[in-house]
């Protein structure tokens, strides 16, 4: 015993210490933190106060669940004890009873007086059959309480009938298959009733003699055996497997069925076990924690205080959140006063400075003693202008400021000047009351340079574009108002934006080339950082009103104020396009030139082929004149005769007919056409020349080439001048026949830079080109000719060009020893979009195999 009164007082010692730490924490807080806490202490203590009592109700609540529980286990309980131990009674005088029907010594009158005495004793039985091995009656005996008609027939009985799955079936072959006793599962009798049958088998010198039936009433049994003291205190019922009740203790009323009770207790029906239940429930006769009065007046308590403390921690909390506020806006206007560049001076309606800032000081140079508490004249107004400063203080103590604020000189304590800006508004004090003037100062010395700088900039820039050639103006696209032209404008257009609007497209008055006729703008209805990001469009536009044409670049902008604007920068290229003209006229004439040049250079081969079919018609006449006199020729060797007279005619006009369509005067035409008929006519104007220099032609033209757009007169010149030139090269090189030839191809190409192509090459065994002519081959009037004129090639570039094609040449090179030179040129094939896919499918199936299928002509 001392020494449990000694560790009882060991835990004393340390309470001052906790006091004095809980004393020292709760100093260390903050005044708000405190009231915090200590608002909060209250709301706890009463929440725990609340807690305690719903977990006393809830306790006691669970406590009385559990008795109710096991006073329905316990009851259940007894009721199945007190039924089993009667059934199984009942049982064992059945098997007595059985035993002498099986011995033959009780005959059917004696079973029925036994069954009489048996079921007048035992109500719970409503009748008892016997019957043998084939399910014929010996006897039967119904008990008086259930037999409903005495002066009449008995009730029907439920027999097990051979081939019928009832239970009395059922339950007869159970008892024969194990030879013991077998209850049936509970079933409705002839009445409606719920009933379940006992069958005693009748074993006689160890064979099957039939069975003894014994129906018991499910009603009876739990009327009878259920104790009274149970049936008070819970409803005790019977269920079946399906959970429905066959009887209780506790009849409901017609139409409404049993309300599961809360507390329920289950045990099976013994010793039958034929999935019957004895069911025990029971309900709480005590108020819930709902409906105790007292629970609720100590929660409506409870609420109540809690909403008292929630409003007083609410009103607490509100008055931190305003002090706290009001602290950090103290300490947000002295931070901002300190950091940032704006002087501050307050005074009051006399005049006299009472607060400057750090800013104020650092901008004059003076400090905050030697400012506040002066009047004026102040120590920073510069001496000139002592007058000046004071006639503007006047009107600032009167209130007569402009809002702008005014601009004034400062003078620095180191006597130095500065431009400031001055802004000034009222002191009001809490009352209302105007106590003084609160003036900002800002140095704008650096600003006013900027500015100035800004203003030259700007002369310059307008400058600028006044002394352009140009037209340059800008046009608010939703208004339609013309915000800037410049003189070249004014001078065509006036100030007027009808002008602007001819040259976007958006007015009549002008119209534009075909390839750029478009009256819808492609840039509408896209957002505004789209536009302004878009580039110019340049396009040319003739205006009718000044017979000019213009070179028109637009570009859409954001002005000065936020609008969307478009800006046009419009050059005169009248005379640019006169020239153009002229150029193309003058080329027109070389081209024309070019082939009559090329067809001088031909003349003695021209008059040589000519000359071939002229002799011939000549021999042909004088031989058959001859014969005719001589009367020495026949009919048919005369028509022979004048057939190949005039077959040669024939030849030597179709030469002069090719010539003439080569060298006729045309307006360029283009026109969908074939390069193998291009080619063909080509090489018949060519092998003139070539035959007359013993020069052989190999041509290789693709299948299925596809149509290209191109002046076929203009391509046939470019193929029979690079075909003559090879063939001169060929001839003036003085080579071997071996080296004598010329190869031509047509073959479709595809390429990143170009796409879908026709490609035509002229390759020769020359002796090649050197690197100094390759480099200057296209320019005008340049030839390696003693007799050339320089334009051959020169035009022959300018034609594939126009037609947007390329030409190149290169030399051919075995090792370092030069072979021959390969001049080709590419034509585009202009299709139709559905055809691209084809075409390019086409262009590479051929440039995987190249040599399928060549067609070569020798000549």
Same mark, same amino acid.
């Given at each position: 015993?001392?020494?449990?009164?000694?560790?009882?007082?060991? !835990?004393?010692?340390?309470?001052?210490?906790?006091?004095?730490?809980?004393?020292?924490?709760?100093?260390?807080?903050?005044?708000?933190?405190?009231?915090?806490?200590?608002? +909060?202490?209250?709301? +706890?203590?009463?929440?725990?106060?609340?807690?305690?009592?719903?977990?006393?109700?809830?306790?006691?609540?669970?406590?009385?669940?559990?008795?109710?529980?096991?006073?329905?286990? %316990?009851?259940?309980?007894?009721?199945?004890?007190?039924?089993?131990?009667?059934?199984?009674?009942?049982?064992?005088?059945?098997?007595?009873?059985?035993?002498?029907?099986?011995?033959?010594?009780?005959?059917?009158?004696?079973?029925?007086?036994?069954?009489?005495?048996?079921?007048?004793?035992?109500?719970?039985?409503?009748?008892?059959?016997?019957?043998?091995?084939?399910?014929?009656?010996?006897?039967?005996?119904?008990?008086?309480?259930?037999?409903?008609?005495?002066?009449?027939?008995?009730?029907?009985?439920?027999?097990?009938?051979?081939? %019928?799955?009832?239970?009395?079936?059922?339950?007869?072959?159970?008892?024969?298959?194990?030879?013991?006793?077998?209850?049936?599962?509970?079933?409705?009798?002839?009445?409606?009733?719920?009933?379940?049958?006992?069958?005693?088998?009748?074993?006689?010198?160890?064979?099957?003699?039939?069975?003894?039936?014994?129906?018991?009433?499910?009603?009876?049994?739990?009327?009878?055996?259920?104790?009274?003291?149970?049936?008070?205190?819970?409803?005790?019922?019977?269920?079946?497997?399906?959970?429905?009740?066959?009887?209780?203790?506790?009849?409901?009323?017609? /139409?409404?069925?049993?309300?599961?009770?809360?507390?329920?207790?289950?045990? !099976?029906? $013994?010793?039958?076990? *034929?999935?019957?239940?004895?069911?025990?429930?029971?309900?709480?006769?005590?108020?819930?924690?709902?409906?105790?009065?007292?629970?609720?007046?100590?929660?409506?308590?409870?609420?109540?205080?809690?909403?008292?403390?929630?409003?007083?921690? %609410?009103?607490?909390?509100?008055?931190?959140?305003?002090?706290?506020?009001?602290?950090?806006?103290? *300490?947000?206007?002295?931070?901002?006063?300190?950091?940032?560049?704006?002087?501050?001076?307050?005074?009051?309606?006399?005049?006299?400075?009472?607060?400057? *800032?750090?800013?104020?000081?650092?901008? $004059?140079?003076?400090?905050?003693?030697?400012?506040?508490?002066?009047?004026?004249?102040? !120590?920073?107004?510069?001496?000139?202008?002592?007058?000046?400063?004071?006639?503007?203080?006047?009107?600032?103590?009167?209130?007569?400021? !402009?809002?702008?604020?005014?601009?004034?000189?400062?003078?620095?304590?180191?006597? $130095?000047?500065?431009?400031?800006?001055?802004?000034?508004?009222?002191?009001?004090?809490?009352?209302?009351?105007?106590?003084?003037?609160?003036?900002?100062?800002?140095?704008?010395?650096?600003?006013?340079?900027?500015?100035?700088?800004?203003?030259?900039?700007?002369?310059?820039?307008?400058?600028?574009?006044?002394?352009?050639?140009?037209?340059?103006?800008?046009?608010?696209?939703?208004?339609?108002?013309?915000?800037?032209?410049?003189?070249?404008?004014?001078?065509?257009?006036?100030?007027?934006?009808?002008? @602007?609007?001819?040259?976007?497209?958006?007015?009549?008055?002008?119209?534009?080339?075909?390839?750029?006729?478009?009256?819808?703008?492609?840039?509408?209805?896209?957002? $505004?950082?789209?536009?302004?990001?878009?580039?110019?469009?340049?396009?040319?536009?003739?205006?009718?009103?000044?017979?000019?044409?213009?070179?028109?670049?637009?570009?859409? &902008?954001?002005?000065?104020?936020?609008? +969307?604007?478009?800006?046009?920068?419009?050059?005169?290229?009248?005379?640019? &396009?006169?020239?153009?003209?002229?150029?193309?006229?003058?080329?027109?004439?070389?081209?024309?030139?070019? %082939?009559?040049?090329?067809?001088?250079?031909?003349?003695?081969?021209?008059? @040589?082929?000519?000359?071939?079919?002229?002799?011939?018609?000549?021999?042909?006449?004088?031989?058959?004149?001859?014969?005719?006199?001589?009367?020495?020729?026949?009919?048919?060797?005369?028509?022979?005769?004048?057939?190949?007279?005039?077959?040669?005619?024939?030849?030597?006009?179709?030469?002069?007919?090719?010539?003439?369509?080569?060298?006729?005067?045309?307006?360029?035409?283009?026109?969908?056409?074939?390069?193998?008929?291009?080619?063909?006519?080509?090489?018949?104007?060519?092998?003139?020349?070539?035959?007359?220099?013993?020069?052989?032609?190999?041509?290789?033209?693709?299948?299925?080439?596809? &149509?290209?757009?191109?002046?076929?007169?203009?391509?046939?010149?470019?193929?029979? *001048?690079?075909?003559?030139?090879?063939?001169?090269?060929?001839?003036?090189?003085?080579?071997?026949?071996?080296?004598?030839?010329?190869?031509?191809?047509?073959?479709?190409?595809?390429?990143?830079?170009?796409?879908?192509?026709?490609?035509?090459?002229?390759?020769?065994? /020359?002796?090649?080109?050197?690197?100094?002519?390759?480099?200057?081959?296209?320019?005008?009037?340049?030839?390696?000719?003693?007799?050339?004129? /320089?334009?051959?090639?020169? +035009?022959?570039?300018?034609?594939?060009?126009?037609?947007?094609?390329?030409?190149?040449?290169?030399?051919?090179?075995?090792?370092?020893?030069?072979?021959?030179?390969?001049?080709?040129?590419?034509?585009?094939?202009?299709?139709?979009?559905?055809?691209?896919?084809?075409?390019?499918?086409?262009?590479?199936?051929?440039?995987?195999?190249?040599?399928?299928?060549?067609?070569?002509?020798?000549?």
């Amino acid at each position: 015993m001392p020494s449990l009164t000694d560790t009882s007082q060991q !835990p004393a010692p340390p309470r001052p210490g906790a006091k004095r730490l809980f004393g020292r924490w709760w100093r260390s807080q903050s005044p708000a933190r405190q009231d915090r806490f200590a608002t +909060l202490g209250p709301l +706890l203590s009463v929440l725990l106060f609340l807690a305690a009592i719903i977990s006393a109700f809830w306790y006691l609540r669970n406590e009385e669940i559990e008795r109710e529980t096991e006073s329905v286990k %316990r009851d259940t309980e007894i009721t199945q004890q007190q039924i089993g131990l009667r059934l199984i009674q009942n049982q064992e005088a059945l098997i007595r009873m059985a035993r002498e029907l099986a011995t033959r010594v009780t005959d059917a009158d004696s079973f029925v007086g036994q069954a009489e005495a048996f079921t007048r004793e035992r109500p719970e039985i409503t009748h008892m059959t016997w019957i043998d091995a084939r399910r014929s009656v010996m006897a039967s005996h119904w008990a008086m309480l259930y037999y409903l008609n005495p002066g009449g027939d008995a009730p029907e009985t439920a027999l097990p009938v051979d081939g %019928r799955g009832n239970e009395p079936e059922a339950t007869f072959r159970a008892a024969r298959e194990s030879r013991s006793p077998a209850y049936s599962r509970a079933f409705a009798d002839s009445t409606g009733a719920a009933v379940f049958q006992l069958h005693v088998p009748l074993i006689e010198q160890g064979v099957f003699a039939g069975t003894l039936i014994t129906e018991y009433s499910v009603e009876a049994l739990v009327r009878h055996f259920v104790p009274a003291d149970v049936a008070q205190r819970h409803m005790i019922s019977v269920v079946d497997e399906q959970q429905q009740p066959l009887a209780a203790t506790v009849t409901t009323l017609p /139409g409404q069925g049993s309300r599961r009770a809360p507390i329920v207790s289950e045990a !099976p029906l $013994t010793p039958a076990l *034929n999935g019957l239940l004895l069911r025990g429930q029971g309900w709480r006769t005590s108020i819930g924690l709902i409906s105790n009065t007292l629970f609720w007046m100590v929660l409506a308590l409870s609420v109540l205080t809690v909403w008292m403390l929630l409003g007083t921690w %609410r009103h607490m909390r509100r008055r931190a959140q305003i002090q706290g506020a009001l602290v950090q806006e103290t *300490n947000f206007r002295r931070a901002m006063e300190n950091s940032m560049p704006t002087g501050m001076r307050a005074m009051d309606l006399d005049g006299r400075i009472t607060y400057v *800032n750090a800013a104020f000081c650092q901008m $004059t140079g003076f400090t905050q003693g030697e400012l506040v508490g002066r009047l004026p004249p102040y !120590p920073y107004w510069p001496p000139d202008r002592v007058e000046e400063n004071g006639r503007l203080l006047q009107q600032e103590l009167q209130g007569r400021s !402009p809002s702008g604020g005014i601009e004034v000189k400062v003078m620095r304590k180191d006597g $130095t000047q500065f431009d400031a800006r001055m802004y000034i508004s009222p002191l009001i004090d809490p009352k209302g009351q105007q106590t003084g003037w609160m003036t900002s100062v800002t140095n704008i010395t650096e600003a006013k340079r900027i500015r100035d700088q800004l203003s030259a900039s700007h002369e310059r820039f307008t400058t600028v574009l006044e002394g352009l050639d140009a037209s340059v103006s800008v046009l608010s696209v939703q208004q339609g108002e013309l915000l800037f032209c410049n003189r070249s404008y004014r001078l065509w257009f006036g100030a007027d934006a009808r002008g @602007h609007q001819q040259m976007a497209g958006s007015v009549e008055g002008a119209h534009f080339k075909p390839e750029d006729d478009d009256d819808v703008d492609a840039m509408s209805g896209l957002p $505004t950082q789209q536009l302004t990001e878009t580039g110019a469009n340049p396009r040319e536009v003739f205006v009718a009103s000044l017979q000019k044409w213009f070179d028109v670049r637009a570009r859409y &902008l954001q002005w000065t104020d936020g609008r +969307l604007a478009q800006m046009l920068i419009a050059t005169d290229i009248t005379a640019r &396009l006169h020239a153009e003209e002229q150029t193309a006229a003058q080329a027109e004439k070389a081209q024309v030139t070019s %082939r009559l040049v090329t067809m001088g250079e031909m003349a003695s081969s021209v008059a @040589h082929e000519l000359n071939q079919p002229l002799t011939a018609i000549t021999n042909y006449c004088n031989g058959m004149v001859s014969r005719v006199r001589a009367d020495t020729i026949e009919r048919e060797d005369l028509v022979a005769a004048l057939q190949k007279t005039a077959r040669q005619a024939e030849r030597a006009g179709q030469i002069i007919r090719r010539i003439r369509a080569f060298v006729k005067r045309s307006e360029p035409q283009r026109q969908p056409a074939q390069a193998r008929q291009i080619i063909d006519d080509a090489v018949d104007l060519a092998g003139i020349e070539l035959r007359r220099r013993s020069v052989t032609i190999h041509t290789y033209v693709a299948q299925r080439l596809p &149509l290209i757009m191109v002046d076929p007169i203009l391509i046939e010149q470019v193929v029979l *001048n690079l075909l003559k030139n090879a063939a001169e090269a060929i001839d003036s090189a003085q080579l071997p026949p071996a080296r004598r030839h010329i190869e031509l191809r047509v073959v479709p190409r595809h390429t990143p830079d170009e796409g879908g192509v026709i490609e035509f090459s002229v390759t020769d065994m /020359g002796p090649g080109l050197k690197d100094e002519v390759i480099g200057r081959l296209y320019e005008a009037f340049f030839s390696t000719k003693a007799e050339g004129l /320089g334009i051959g090639l020169s +035009l022959c570039r300018t034609i594939v060009e126009s037609h947007r094609g390329r030409m190149k040449a290169q030399n051919i090179y075995n090792g370092e020893l030069t072979v021959g030179c390969r001049f080709a040129f590419t034509l585009p094939v202009d299709l139709p979009a559905r055809q691209h896919a084809e075409t390019d499918s086409a262009f590479a199936q051929f440039e995987a195999a190249p040599s399928t299928n060549p067609t070569a002509v020798s000549e």
